[in-house]
Nanobody, 116 residues
Framework: QVQLVESGGGLVQAGGSLRLSCGAS????????MGWYRQAPGKTRERVAT???????YYADSVKGRFTISSDNAKNTAYLQMNSLKPEETAVYYC??????????WGQGTQVTVSS
């Protein structure tokens, strides 16, 4: 079983920055995709950013230009640099990886709180 551990969340003022990290316990299998999702209270989980093993990235329109996703394949780690954070982006941020054809794994989430 694959385990994902997120870190880097916390409390930040509006306009501030945080960098999230997600480490995966697997190192043998090829990780096809790593990504970050967030879920605010009472809201559905939404995709924030993903990166494929080829380096192809996706960003939600709302975060383009402010967030940057990156990965270190040797360490099976994904990062999300979040700049100019907004209060409405307060949420639990989850890491997700896809291994193989359609094998998805979720982390436990890390809380990001952006105060106004």
């Amino acid at each position: 079983q694959v385990q994902l551990v997120e870190s880097g969340g916390g409390l930040v003022q509006a306009g501030g920055s945080l960098r999230l990290s997600c480490g995966a316990s697997t190192s043998i299998l090829v990780i096809e995709n790593m990504g970050w999702y967030r879920q605010a209270p009472g809201k559905t989980r939404e995709r924030v950013a993903t990166i494929s093993r080829f380096g192809t990235t996706y960003y939600a329109d709302s975060v383009k230009g402010r967030f940057t996703i990156s990965s270190d394949n040797a360490k099976n780690t994904a990062y999300l640099q979040m700049n100019s954070l907004k209060p409405e982006e307060t949420a639990v941020y989850y890491c997700k990886i896809v291994i193989g054809v359609n094998n998805g794994y979720w982390g436990q989430g890390t809380q990001v709180t952006v105060s106004s």
